[in-house]
T-cell receptor, first 116, second 119 residues
């Protein structure tokens, strides 16, 4: 079965400093992986996704993630945090091959706080 | 791009009553929609897969008689919480896969979510 583990429930950074949100996955085959962001009282927005193409995936708002099979990791990074990045971030794995009808399995989330 | 809309965004109901939440795909058709529940400060848990014209598929542990799902058309799925209790208070969110070829056909679109408070 597929699963994801988000290693940090809370991360706090200063504005302008790098962001690192960690995610490890478990999958019996080559996974499709996603990062979603949820701002307070809002729905979910897709940041980026990996579906067995390039291992370094670039997303919206300057975020990117690198798929590392040897480490079973898919960490999310951003070079310079902005106040508007403060939100909850979810690492997600698809139970299929990344097609839109596959079920999504969510991690427990990482709350990112950005200090001025 | 494709948009999924939920209504209502916020609802308060009394214990014992039923409440309906709608999920609409605004500019595309969705034969499948997914309903998730998010407890405070927790992750999203898939409740059920809504299938147009047929019965929903519920995840293990989800009471299908309590959480009624109807997918009567290609653009609308509804979740009805029957005989609601305070422990049903939660954030409910739906999603629908995009259609067609290209990026939209391989993307899942989420609604804005609905906050349910049972008092």
């Amino acid at each position: 079965a597929q699963s994801v583990t988000q290693l940090d429930s809370h991360v706090s950074v200063s504005e302008g400093t790098p962001v690192l949100l960690r995610c490890n996955y478990s999958s019996s085959y080559s996974p499709s992986l996603f990062w979603y962001v949820q701002h307070p009282n809002k729905g979910l927005q897709l940041l980026l996704k990996y579906t067995s193409a390039a291992t370094l995936v670039k997303g919206i708002n300057g975020f990117e993630a690198e798929f590392k099979k040897s480490e079973t990791s898919f960490h999310l990074t951003k070079p310079s945090a902005h106040m508007s990045d403060a939100a909850e971030y979810f690492c997600v794995v698809s139970d299929g091959y990344g097609g839109a009808t596959n079920k999504l399995i969510f991690g427990t989330g990482t709350l990112l706080a950005v200090q001025p | 791009g494709a948009v999924v809309s939920q209504h209502p965004s916020w609802v308060i109901c009394k214990s014992g009553t039923s409440v309906k939440i709608e999920c609409r795909s605004l500019d595309f058709q969705a034969t499948t929609m997914f309903w998730y529940r998010q407890f405070p400060k927790k992750s999203l848990m898939l409740m059920a897969t809504s299938n147009e014209g047929s019965k929903a598929t519920y995840e293990q542990g989800v009471e299908k008689d309590k959480f009624l799902i109807n997918h009567a058309s290609l653009t609308l799925s509804t979740l009805t919480v029957t005989s609601a209790h305070p422990e049903d208070s939660s954030f409910y969110i739906c999603s629908a896969p995009g259609t067609g070829t290209g990026v939209e056909g391989n993307t899942i679109y989420f609604g804005e979510g609905s906050w349910l408070t049972v008092v």
